[in-house]
């Protein structure tokens, strides 16, 4: 089983900026970490939950959702066990719960999530 533990999330104005992070820890993902795509998703009030990004073991990203390309950027650490999510030039609508997941490779789905953290974009 893997833990994940998000922090970071905040208020901030239209435009401004946040860096959620993640730790991961637990037997499995210690001995497997290379078998594990780390990924953040955020669910909007009403809204279905969706992909935001996700990352490989060897550091090549994925996926990035449309509509944030250019603007959330997302990155991990194997040493520290961590992936970030940098975020720029936020807008209202990027306002969610955002979670941090992990799937092994090969899976359709995330089998492991963190407990979510919030951010909210005032305009």
């Known amino acids: 089983q893997v833990q994940l533990v998000e922090s970071g999330g905040g208020h901030v104005q239209d435009g401004g900026s946040l860096t959620l992070s993640c730790r991961a820890s637990?037997?499995?993902?210690?001995?497997?970490?290379?078998?594990?795509?780390m990924g953040w998703l955020r669910q909007a009030p009403g809204k279905e939950r969706e992909v935001v990004a996700a990352?490989?073991?060897?550091?090549?990203?994925?996926y990035t959702a449309d509509s944030v390309k250019g603007r959330f950027t997302i990155a991990r650490d194997n040493a520290q066990n961590t992936v970030h999510l940098q975020m720029y030039s936020l807008k209202p609508e990027d306002t969610a719960v955002y979670y941090c997941?992990?799937?092994?490779?090969?899976?359709?789905?995330?089998?492991?999530w963190g407990q979510g953290t919030q951010v909210t974009v005032s305009s």
């Open positions: 997941a992990a799937k092994k490779v090969g899976d359709a789905s995330y089998s492991s």
């Open positions: 637990g037997r499995s993902f210690a001995l497997y970490n290379n078998m594990y795509i």
């Open positions: 990352i490989g073991w060897d550091g090549r990203v994925q």
